[in-house]
């Protein structure tokens, strides 16, 4: 009976990787923040609300769509930031995050525990991030990967629809092929931020994020 | 004469309202600051300074990294309040100038930001 619960930890494993580009971790005191991520064959919505400048809570529900059935995941996380460097016109951050929650995989159900690093700095004209994530069932435990860099052909008043290109890299160990490459369009205006794009095979990406 | 004096009396006028809505009233101060970067950022910090007791309107140059601040008449705000609604917001404040004040008048606000968040 390992297999299902190592398909739970890969496949969740997977979807987590792509889960630094759906929220911020930490926004502002007060703040809500939601976001959700669908390709053909996965689903990841999530939610945070932010406790101080420093610490948020958050919660994560994953589906993955498998030849016999689906993967339904989901759990509850502690987000750090544990360093801000605000600069005149930059920021940069250091977060952390810790969790746990389960998987439902065929009737079968895993316990899950998630922890996460990630490193970014951005501009009004580039972006970059580094992220690795790592999900264990208390035996196997999967990890993942990516880094991101972005450029914003145009500045653009707050009122006004802010347009970025995004190339990124992922890294997971355990596939064939280990590296995947995107590409990435996404649009800021206000607070809602969109992501449409996809891989070098193909497969699309549809992002939305709202801050409340 | 007198009809040319009256025709411009006239104008001046007439356009009196629309030369005050043009200018609007000043704001109450204008604050830059340092990492405030896309519009995420923007809403932090409209939101915080929203809360603050006799603000009514706030607004933001991002390119510029200014936010402008009105408040009702007769309202104060310590450079305290507007700093602790920054800093809650995650950003830090490089300047504030107020308006009953010269410009040149620079806040010491900066020089007792949170050292954790300072360069």
């Known amino acids: 009976m390992r297999r299902p619960v190592c398909g739970i930890v890969l496949l969740f494993g997977l979807t987590l990787a792509a889960q630094e580009a759906a929220t911020h971790p930490v926004t502002f005191e007060d703040g809500l923040a939601f976001s959700a991520i669908f390709q053909p064959r996965s689903t990841l919505i999530e939610g945070g609300y932010t406790l101080s400048r420093h610490i948020a809570v958050g919660s994560t529900y994953a589906r993955i769509q498998t030849e016999d059935g689906g993967i339904h995941a989901g759990f509850a996380h502690l987000n750090a930031l544990v360093f801000r460097h605000n600069g005149s016109g930059s920021q940069g951050n250091l977060y952390l995050s810790a969790g746990a929650g389960g998987g439902l995989y065929d009737d079968e159900v895993a316990e899950l525990g998630y922890a996460s690093l990630q490193l970014d700095y951005e501009t009004m004209r580039f972006y970059t991030a580094l992220m690795s994530r790592a999900v264990s069932d208390g035996s196997a435990l999967k990890y993942r990967a990516t880094y991101r860099i972005g450029f914003a052909p145009y500045v653009a008043p707050y009122n006004s629809l802010q347009s970025w290109l995004v190339a990124q890299t992922m890294y997971m160990p355990e596939m064939n092929d280990d590296l995947n490459f995107m590409l990435l369009l996404r649009f800021f205006y206000k607070t809602v931020l969109w992501e449409l794009g996809g891989d070098l095979n193909g497969l699309p990406w549809i992002q939305m994020m709202v801050h409340y | ?119």
């Open chain 2, 1 to 119: 004469m007198n009809c040319f004096k009256l025709i411009v009396g006239v104008v001046v006028m007439l356009m009196c309202p629309f030369i005050v809505y043009a200018n609007g009233p000043a704001p109450y101060a204008t604050i830059t600051v340092k990492g405030m970067v896309c519009s995420f950022c923007v809403q932090g910090v409209e939101k915080k300074l929203m809360e603050l007791k006799g603000v009514e309107k706030v607004t933001v140059n991002l390119k510029k990294k200014t936010v402008l601040v009105w408040t009702a008449k007769n309202a104060s705000l310590s450079d305290l309040d507007m700093r602790n609604a920054i800093q809650s917001a995650g950003y830090n404040i490089e300047s504030i100038l107020r308006q009953e004040t010269s410009p040149k008048v620079r806040s010491s606000v900066d020089r007792t930001a949170s050292p954790i968040f300072s360069r």
